[in-house]
Structure formats: structure tokens, C-alpha cells
């Protein structure tokens, strides 16, 4: 991005941003464009900061109007001035609230880049085996203790499948539990010969982005993946600013 003056389409991407409500490929190019654009990323911190001198400035104009509207009345009392007064503490201490308890960055990165993987279809799944198929109908309806439930027999029967491996990983990743799901995906992001050798690299860097694990994050290979590397690189700048 040129120095100087946003042009209205990037401004207007950038609030986008912010604001959340570019849909799932929108944000994708977007985070694409900001991963090679230390401008653009300067450009979209500032309009946080802005954002949030926006809403600091709303309690600001509240207590001067309370203070200006005080000073007209101050020959009286009125309970109505320790009700403005109650409900602007209330505001102040609900935000340092917020303040305190809002995820880290590292959380938040996570959040904003983990998507569960969808699941393999049913009737086309990696094996003929049902009561695989049984399980995955579980994983995509969201019931993935369910799913790890009935994929943990046949994973005891086939210990070296990847296939149950990843998808019993996933099952963690998705319930929230990425610790329980990194020792196998620390494997599966070894095996050149498995197809979900690039999906477990990719959790497994998340898993480690949202737990501060910064050196295990970056000694995960993503740079030159044709899928994630883009993502990699915008959070590790992320996590470097």
C-alpha cells in the first residue's frame, strides 16, 4: 500500500474488517492482502484505536453533560443525578471488566483463525468401514465427543491410521481441547506420506499460537504451503508487533 490518503475502497475494507462483517472469503483475501502489507496492517490498528477513542469519547460527552447538567441544578438535590452518576460507574466498571477479562492476542488469533475442518462426506469417506461412517455422521453434526467415542475402538484396532488420527484430533481441536488433540497431530505433521500431513501442521501451529508457545509455533514448517503460509505469516507478524 502507497503512502499518503486511503482510497475509499481500502478505507471502507479496512472498517469492514474491523467491524467483522466481511464474510468468510472476504477476510481470507483481506488477511492475504495485510500478510505482505506492513501499511495496510498499521492502517487497520489504527482504525481500532480510533474505535475505541470513539467509545471512550461517548462516556467522556456523558460525564460532562451529567457535570453541565449538576451545575444547573446545584441549588437542589435531585435523586436523579446519584442515578446518572450510578449508572456511568456502572459503565466505567463494566468496561474495565471487559478490559481485564478480554481474551490475550494469542486467543484471539486463535479465534479468529481456527475453523473446524468440515468432516470427510459420508458416502465418500476415506474407508467402506460403517461404523466409520457412523462416526463422521456424528463429527458433522457437531458431536464430536460422540464422534471420538465411536472412532476410539477402531483407532485401538488400527493404531497407524491417519485418517482416525486426524479426525479424532480434530474432534479435540473442535470441543476446544487442543492440548489432547497435539500429540497426534505432532505425529501426523511428520508423516510426509499422509494426506493430512498439512492440515496437522496447521492446527498443530494454532494449538501452539493460542497456548504463547511461540518457538514450537515457528518451528512448524507453513512457509511454503500453497493453502496456509499466508495465514502463518500474518499471524506470526501479528504476534511480532
Do not use: C
Not at 70 to 99: E, F, M, P
Not at 155 to 171: F, G, H, K, V, W
Request: charged share 25%.
Amino acid at each position: 500500500m502507497s503512502n499518503g490518503a486511503l482510497d475509499r475502497p481500502t478505507f471502507e475494507a479496512i472498517e469492514s474488517y474491523v467491524l467483522d462483517r466481511m464474510d468468510a472469503l472476504e477476510r481470507e483475501a483481506f488477511e492475504q492482502r495485510l500478510a505482505g502489507d506492513a501499511d495496510l496492517r498499521a492502517e487497520v490498528e489504527l482504525e481500532r484505536e480510533n474505535i475505541r477513542a470513539v467509545e471512550l469519547g461517548g462516556v467522556t460527552r456523558m460525564l460532562k453533560g451529567i457535570v453541565a447538567e449538576d451545575g444547573a441544578q446545584a441549588s437542589g438535590t435531585h435523586w436523579s443525578r446519584y442515578l446518572k452518576y450510578a449508572a456511568v460507574i456502572a459503565v466505567l466498571i463494566s468496561g474495565a471488566i471487559w478490559w481485564s477479562m478480554r481474551p490475550s492476542l494469542n486467543e484471539r488469533l486463535f479465534a479468529e483463525h481456527f475453523a473446524a475442518d468440515p468432516g470427510l462426506p459420508v458416502a465418500m469417506s476415506a474407508t467402506a468401514d460403517p461404523a466409520f461412517a457412523d462416526a463422521m455422521v456424528s463429527y458433522k453434526e457437531g458431536n464430536y465427543a460422540e464422534a471420538r467415542a465411536k472412532w476410539s475402538p477402531l483407532l485401538q484396532a488400527e493404531p497407524m491410521n491417519d485418517t482416525l488420527r486426524y479426525y479424532i484430533a480434530s474432534a479435540h481441536m473442535a470441543e476446544g481441547d487442543a492440548r489432547a488433540a497435539e500429540p497426534m497431530l505432532a505425529a501426523l505433521a511428520n508423516e510426509g506420506a499422509s494426506v493430512f500431513q498439512a492440515k496437522a501442521r496447521w492446527f498443530l501451529f494454532l494449538s501452539y499460537v493460542r497456548t504463547g508457545e511461540g518457538e514450537k509455533a515457528l518451528a512448524i514448517p507453513l512457509d511454503a504451503d500453497t493453502v496456509y503460509s499466508e495465514r502463518a505469516r500474518l499471524i506470526k507478524a501479528q504476534l511480532q508487533e
